[in-house]
């Protein structure tokens, strides 16, 4: 699966989240407790926007209910067996990578 550059860390401060699409899918890509992770940018709730919420100790919220997913994990604090898909991510020079399926 390939790798795909979909930003920067220069547009992700710490404890922040961005959406990014690659092609028709949306993704959340955090910066929450020192790392960069990638999950599903569509909240398993009600579909809302996750790269468009915000970072709350470490969890991503969902601005549409706050429903809040870990970003290491896309577990939902609200019940922990359910969760949004994650992302391999890595970083070089500066650009943000997630491999995508």
């Given amino acids: 699966m390939p790798f795909l550059k979909v930003g920067t860390l220069a547009q992700l ?3 922040s989240v961005m ?6 899918q949306p993704y959340a890509v955090c910066h929450a407790a020192g790392a960069i992770r990638a999950l599903s940018g ?3 709730h009600r579909g809302g926007p996750l790269g468009q919420g ?15 997913f870990d970003c290491a994990t896309g ?11 994650t992302f ?14």
């Fill in 13 to 15: 401060p710490q404890d």
């Fill in 19 to 24: 959406e990014v699409m690659v092609g028709d």
């Fill in 42 to 44: 569509v909240c398993i």
């Fill in 54 to 68: 915000q970072i709350h100790a470490g969890s991503v919220v969902c601005p549409y209910h706050l429903w809040e």
């Fill in 75 to 85: 577990e939902s604090d609200y019940d922990p067996t359910k969760r949004v898909p």
């Fill in 88 to 101: 391999e991510v890595k970083v070089e020079d500066g650009d943000i990578y997630i491999q995508i399926p």
